[in-house]
Each structure stands twice: as structure tokens, then as C-alpha cells.
């Protein structure tokens, strides 16, 4: 079975500053990996994706994430945060042969002027 | 068109209510998907349909009631709610769910359900 660890349930930081959400899965097969971002009262709205490849994986908005299979962690960053970006973020994996997703916890990510 | 539609946005029942939310997407895709979101909580699956097949039903009570009558169209049929089932349900959908297609996943906006 997989499963999804978000380590920090909350992350307050400055606008401007850079910011790194932490996600850290287990699996015994290969995943697909996944963040997500919701802002209040929408859906889910796809910021980027790991399948295979190169291990660092660029998404809208300015985010990024990085693919560690020896640490089993797909670290969400953005080096420079907006009031805009405050929203829950989720990190969800899939098994590569269907398609859905197990969603972490989430952190909510608040940005203060 | 990447949309997927969800109507209503906003729903308030009682615990002898019928009611039907629905779902639709004109994206040629042939999977979706019912998710349920309890506040502050991450989306935790349902119910998934793949070619107007019920492929995955996550032990869900038999209160709520998913139909496919084709792949653009998903409904989530209630009866019988209880107040606990008062959640944020989205409908998703992918290209495909099984193998290549099935990697990005649209989300509709939801629709919030209130059970009183």
C-alpha cells in the first residue's frame, strides 16, 4: 500500500521569503508523485508532477519539487513566496497503473506581509 | 474546455432528503472520480468510473448512490444522510484510469454538502 507523510501541518513565512513544503511517501512499487494546491472553497488545482525522468520537476506558480527515491521524499520550494500563494497544499501519490490519488494531510502554507 | 462542472456549489438536506449532485467534463476522458473532503481534512476517495464501469467502490455506505450514464456525465445520488456525511465532495477526472492517461487528474470546484 502507499502512503503520504506531510511533516509540518502548518507553515507561516514572510512574503518573499523562500519556503519548503516537506512530503515524504512510502511505497513497495514505482509512483507517480504529485502536489496539489486548494484555495479556500475550490477544488484541487495541479502544480506540478513526478513520473519519471529528471528528478527535479518544475510546476506553475514558480514551484518546484525534488525527487529523492533514497530518502522516499518529493520536497515541494519556491524561492520567493506571494500573499497569493497562501492556500492548503497536498502532496498525493498514485500507483503508475491506476489512476487514484492518496492525498497527504496537507500544510497549510500562510504568507504575512 | 479542462474544466469539470459540479452542481449545485451549495447544498443544505435533511436526514429524509433525496438529493443528486452532479458532475460533468467535455474533455474526451473515460475515468472519474467521487472524492469526499471533511474540513481541514484531504480528499479521501470514493467511488471511481472507468468507461461507464464502476471500477473502485472505497466501502462507501449504500447512502450514497454513483451512476455514470456516460463518461461526460457523473452523478452521486444521497438518501438517508446523516449529519457526519456533510463534507466537500469533488468529482475528478482523467484522460484514462488504467495505464498511460492516467497521470493528471482535473478537479472540479465541489460541492459543499450540509446534512442537518
Known amino acids: 500500500a502507499q502512503s503520504v507523510t506531510q511533516l509540518d501541518s502548518q507553515v507561516p513565512v514572510f512574503e518573499e521569503a523562500p519556503v519548503e513544503l516537506r512530503c515524504n511517501y512510502s511505497s513497495s512499487v514505482s509512483v507517480y508523485l504529485f502536489w496539489y494546491v486548494q484555495y479556500p472553497n475550490q477544488g484541487l488545482q495541479l502544480l506540478l508532477k513526478y513520473l519519471s525522468g529528471s528528478t527535479l520537476v518544475k510546476g506553475i506558480n514558480g514551484f518546484e519539487a525534488e525527487f529523492n527515491k533514497s530518502q522516499t521524499s518529493f520536497h515541494l520550494r519556491k524561492p520567493s513566496v506571494h500573499i497569493s500563494d497562501t492556500a492548503e497544499y497536498f502532496c498525493?501519490?498514485?500507483?503508475?497503473?491506476?489512476?487514484?490519488?492518496?492525498f497527504g494531510k496537507g500544510t497549510k502554507l500562510s504568507v504575512k506581509p | 474546455d479542462t474544466e469539470v462542472t459540479q452542481t449545485p456549489k451549495h447544498l443544505v438536506m435533511g436526514m429524509t432528503n433525496k438529493k443528486s449532485l452532479k458532475c460533468e467534463q467535455h474533455m474526451g476522458h473515460r475515468a472519474m472520480y467521487w472524492y469526499k473532503q471533511k474540513a481541514k481534512k484531504p480528499p479521501e476517495l470514493m467511488f471511481v468510473y472507468s468507461y461507464e464501469k464502476l471500477s473502485i467502490n472505497e466501502s462507501v455506505p449504500s447512502r450514497f448512490s454513483p451512476e455514470c450514464p456516460n463518461s461526460p456525465l457523473l452523478n452521486l445520488h444521497l438518501h438517508a444522510l446523516q449529519p457526519e456525511d456533510s463534507a466537500l465532495y469533488l468529482c475528478a477526472s482523467s484522460q484514462e484510469f488504467w495505464g498511460q492517461g492516467n497521470e493528471k487528474l482535473f478537479f472540479g470546484s465541489g460541492t459543499q454538502l450540509s446534512v442537518l
Open positions: 498525493a501519490v498514485s500507483r503508475g497503473s491506476q489512476g487514484n490519488l492518496i
